[in-house]
């Protein structure tokens, strides 16, 4: 593929005014002739969101096309499309009802496009059904842990359709999770509190010392359906990034007003459920137990907006449980086969799938594991 730019804003809570992104590099170095990574459905467009529902995968591109294809990818259907730019977070619930949800596009701070910040109901044939506006909810729900731009500002970034037709929604600017009912209702389930960590190398002239201790901002990219029935949300890492500080925290469904807190990770309703992760940008649910986790980048989305890694390596990882209700062993998929992976999804029998690179020509894989 030829080198192409776009935008990280979508990505980050914090303020990167005029940054831009060159992705580089041939398609087949998302591992198209790995023993690892099965091409499922190939061609694509900056793929992005994953699901799954029978014999179904779901996927979005960056012009905000949501499609379904027959698992052996021979066989497509559009389901519908939303204002485009970036492709949109999606999930299908038990019924086979599939929600898209558009960020805030454009740079932080910036008004929100028509149709951004906003989740859709997709239905084949029939035009995209709003659900509810979520950049209004949160001109409402300002953030009291925010430490840059605007305590109002919302750039919603990850999807999960609960059984009873309810939708969980994180979002990246606000760093909360919220419930989304049928009719628009909305609520905030958990709040996100930023952390201290320690700055990196190799921050841009001006920036602290390596090692100076940082608040950082959460940013919930994330958030998926336990088999234990728990909803749990992963995290970016605001700036300055650090590798190693991004966590996913396991909330108690039917949960409201829950503080998500670094300090106090094993108290109420929001506990840590595992660390050390790098630029979290989907989860997905598994079998007894299993969460599939996406990293952006393994240097950090931040690294990776200065320039630093060509190709850029994300990373795909099984986690494990452990005992106490924490994460236990991890196990890395098609290592450093993967290109600024974008989503993932597992299906009922087990079978995971990843979108790549997230910018640029690229597909939906079958990962062997």
């Known amino acids: 593929m030829g080198g192409r730019t776009a935008r990280l804003a979508a990505l980050s809570a914090v303020a990167l005014i005029g940054s831009v992104l060159v992705v580089t590099g041939p398609a087949e170095a998302t591992g198209k002739h790995s023993s690892s990574l099965k091409p499922v459905v190939t061609n694509l467009i900056s793929p992005r969101g994953v699901a799954t529902h029978g014999g179904k995968i779901i996927y979005s591109v960056g012009d905000g096309s949501v499609y379904e294809a027959w698992a052996n990818g021979k066989r497509i259907r559009k389901l519908g499309q939303v204002p485009g730019g970036f492709a949109p977070a999606i999930d299908t619930n038990a019924r086979g009802v599939t929600y898209a949800l558009t960020g805030a596009g454009g740079e932080p701070g910036q008004p929100l496009p028509p149709g951004g910040a906003t ?61 989304v009912w049928p009719n628009g209702h909305i609520k905030t389930v958990a709040r996100l509190k930023p952390r201290t960590v320690k700055a990196p190398a190799g921050l841009p002239p001006g920036s602290p010392p390596a090692g100076t201790p940082l608040p950082s901002e959460a940013v919930a990219t994330s958030v998926t359906v336990g088999s234990d029935g728990y909803w ?24 409201y007003g829950a503080v998500c807190d670094p300090a106090k990770p094993y108290k109420g309703k929001c506990q840590r459920y595992a660390d050390g992760y790098t630029s979290i940008v989907d989860l997905a649910g598994g079998k007894r137990g299993t969460l599939a986790v996406v990293e952006l980048a393994k240097i950090s989305w931040l690294q990776f907006e200065l320039g630093g890694g060509n190709p850029v390596l994300g990373s795909l990882f099984l986690q494990y449980p452990g005992k106490h209700h924490k994460a236990g062993f991890k196990k890395e998929l098609a290592k450093n086969k993967l290109l600024l992976p974008g989503g993932t999804a597992i299906s009922r029998s087990g079978d995971v799938y990843v979108s790549s690179p997230l910018f640029g020509p690229g597909a939906i894989y079958k990962v062997k594991h």
Not at 232 to 255: C, D, H, N
Request: glycine share 10%; net charge positive; proline share 11%.
């Open 119 to 179: 989740l859709y109901r997709l239905r084949p044939g029939k035009s995209p059904v709003k659900v509810a506006d979520i950049g209004k909810y949160q001109l409402t729900d300002p953030d009291p842990y925010n430490l840059a731009d605007s305590p109002t500002e919302s750039n919603p970034f990850g999807v999960a359709a609960l059984k009873d037709g309810t939708v969980l929604v994180s979002d990246a600017a606000n760093n909360d999770l919220l419930r």
């Open 232 to 255: 749990y949300v992963g995290e970016l890492r605001g700036f300055p990034a650090t590798p190693g500080t991004s966590q996913i925290w396991r909330i108690k469904p039917g949960s």
